[in-house]
């Protein structure tokens, strides 16, 4: 059984089955990824609550881990050939979690390479502009005088709205038939950005037709209701 003490991380959250997976995490629309992808996956874990409202992120055991700072992250003690393996960055972390158990990430070299630029995709594009409509749209940038950001990162989260719209038509997940962890990557944003950011109509989601079908399919998978919810928030 691996020695997980040695990990700064593992000493401030201790591993109760230091012989399964520990995610470190919180259930934002990148934490989830990681929780949705071991369920959907079968894979026995640990999770842990970092508590990112109360700054647990930026102390110093998080961050041996994660020098930048961010959910999630885990601690594998099974890694490849059989060493502890930590990560961080939720799109590495997807990847690694595919080729560990050979699944939502397909064998064919050339699928496997499409699913992973939807993939990039979404960490590249998705992420970062859907989060900055909430922050200017709901949290503290709402009060900025100057609408101009906002208007900037609405207009761009319709257009890659507009890029899955064209993905889905005539196919029910990115890759077609098989639901993959590009799918995952993508869904909690989604989600977010209409739910929780409450951006909907700002960015004209009711005129599409793709995206909402895909993410009631997405939803009603039991392996993402349950990791939607994992860790539960204090």
Same mark, same amino acid.
């Given at each position: 059984?691996a020695? %997980?003490?040695?990990?700064?991380? =593992? $000493? +401030?959250?201790?591993?109760?089955?230091?012989?399964?997976? !520990?995610l470190?995490?919180?259930?934002?629309?990148?934490?989830?990824?990681?929780?949705?992808?071991?369920?959907?996956?079968?894979?026995?874990?640990?999770?842990?609550?970092?508590?990112?409202?109360?700054?647990?992120?930026?102390?110093?055991?998080?961050?041996?881990?994660?020098?930048?700072?961010?959910?999630?992250?885990?601690?594998?003690?099974?890694?490849?050939?059989?060493?502890?393996?930590?990560?961080?960055?939720?799109?590495?972390?997807?990847?690694?979690?595919?080729?560990?158990?050979?699944? %939502?990430?397909?064998?064919?070299? =050339? $699928? +496997?390479?499409?699913?992973?630029?939807?993939?990039?995709? !979404?960490?590249?594009?998705?992420?970062p502009?859907?989060?900055?409509?909430?922050?200017?749209?709901?949290?503290?940038?709402?009060?900025?005088?100057?609408?101009?950001?906002?208007?900037?990162?609405?207009?761009?989260?319709?257009?890659?709205?507009?890029?899955?719209?064209t993905?889905?038509?005539?196919?029910?997940?990115?890759?077609?038939?098989?639901?993959?962890?590009?799918?995952?990557?993508?869904?909690?944003?989604?989600?977010?950005?209409?739910?929780?950011?409450?951006?909907?109509d700002?960015?004209?989601?009711?005129?599409?037709?793709?995206?909402?079908?895909?993410?009631?399919?997405?939803?009603?998978?039991?392996?993402?209701?349950?990791?939607?919810?994992?860790?539960?928030?204090?």
């Amino acid at each position: 059984m691996a020695d %997980l003490t040695r990990y700064p991380i =593992a $000493r +401030r959250w201790p591993a109760q089955h230091p012989d399964q997976l !520990q995610l470190y995490s919180f259930p934002t629309p990148n934490g989830v990824k990681v929780s949705i992808a071991l369920e959907e996956m079968g894979l026995p874990y640990e999770v842990h609550a970092v508590n990112i409202m109360q700054n647990e992120t930026w102390g110093p055991e998080f961050l041996a881990l994660n020098p930048n700072g961010k959910i999630p992250a885990i601690l594998d003690p099974n890694g490849p050939d059989g060493a502890p393996l930590a990560l961080f960055e939720s799109g590495a972390i997807l990847l690694y979690l595919g080729e560990k158990t050979g699944q %939502l990430l397909p064998r064919d070299a =050339a $699928r +496997r390479y499409e699913t992973i630029q939807w993939v990039f995709f !979404q960490m590249a594009a998705v992420g970062p502009m859907f989060g900055q409509v909430g922050f200017f749209y709901k949290f503290a940038g709402k009060d900025i005088a100057d609408k101009r950001p906002l208007d900037r990162y609405v207009a761009e989260s319709k257009r890659l709205l507009g890029v899955l719209e064209t993905r889905l038509d005539s196919r029910p997940w990115i890759m077609g038939d098989d639901f993959t962890i590009a799918d995952i990557s993508l869904l909690g944003w989604v989600r977010g950005l209409v739910g929780f950011y409450g951006a909907g109509d700002l960015v004209d989601y009711g005129a599409l037709q793709q995206v909402p079908a895909w993410l009631e399919r997405c939803l009603a998978r039991p392996a993402v209701q349950r990791g939607l919810d994992i860790p539960k928030r204090p």
